[in-house]
């Protein structure tokens, strides 16, 4: 039986670490170091199972990034077709990286592991930083724990290449990312310790995406229902 480990007082702590980690970091004007000029040129790309919002939960999110534009306007910004949260890196981003000959493999591997996955929910309550991103903090029911731990075990076993960045664990939306350095860096910490909701989803399907990074460019392969 699984053990479900990342509860809600679990993530919280999490997205507190992040921001407690970065505090120094992000009151000195962050870490920006990212060009996203050159988005058009730019060839990496992942292959990644996500979870995209919902209408009104994104809504509510473009609401905040419009309030955050007002303190911060040089940041990146996420767009709301853009939002998402990362069940599972497959093949994390690299240059050059192409879509696999064997996907179809990958897609039925997915595909197996959907359909023992309920939908679930996941809440978006508050925002967290790090030193160079703003995100909303997810908090998920054990079905995505679950599904996660499946997802790694049916592609082992199919001995398909699993190549995650890192584990994932967390259910958070990145909607912003900076460039350089924060211009007002005390205000963006009041703007994230803020609390804020975003309210709740219901997750009845996974998307099977081939995407660069921020999802900015994508090549939808597949969309499961749970």
């Known amino acids: 039986m699984t053990v479900f480990k990342y509860d809600r007082n679990f993530l919280r702590e999490h997205y507190d670490s992040i921001l407690q980690k970065n505090y120094k970091i992000l009151l000195a004007g962050g870490n920006g170091r990212i060009d996203f000029t050159d988005f058009v040129d730019n060839n990496v790309r992942s292959l990644v199972v996500l979870v995209r919002l919902t209408q009104d939960v994104g809504q509510r999110i473009s609401e905040c ?3 955050l534009k007002k303190i911060e306007p040089d940041m990146y910004f996420y767009p709301q077709k853009d939002f998402h949260v990362t069940v599972l890196d497959v093949l994390k981003g690299e240059a050059g990286r192409q879509i696999p000959e064997n996907i179809s493999q990958y897609i039925e591997a997915v595909r197996e592991c959907a359909k023992s996955i309920e939908p679930f929910e996941i809440e978006f309550d508050g925002l967290t930083a790090s030193d160079n991103a703003v995100m909303v903090r997810g908090f998920y029911e054990p079905q ?6 499946n997802l790694r075990q049916e592609l082992r076993a199919r001995n398909l290449i699993l190549d995650e960045r890192y584990e ?6 990145t909607i912003a990312r900076l460039c350089d350095k924060y211009s007002e860096p005390a205000r963006i910490l009041s703007f994230v310790n803020t609390p804020v909701s975003f309210g709740k989803m219901r997750v009845k399907s996974l998307e099977i995406s081939f995407h660069s990074w921020c999802d900015s460019k994508k090549k939808v392969l597949c969309e499961l229902p749970l």
């Open 168 to 173: 994932t664990f967390s259910s958070h939306v």
């Open 65 to 67: 990034i419009e309030s």
């Open 144 to 149: 995505l724990q679950i599904l996660r731990e």
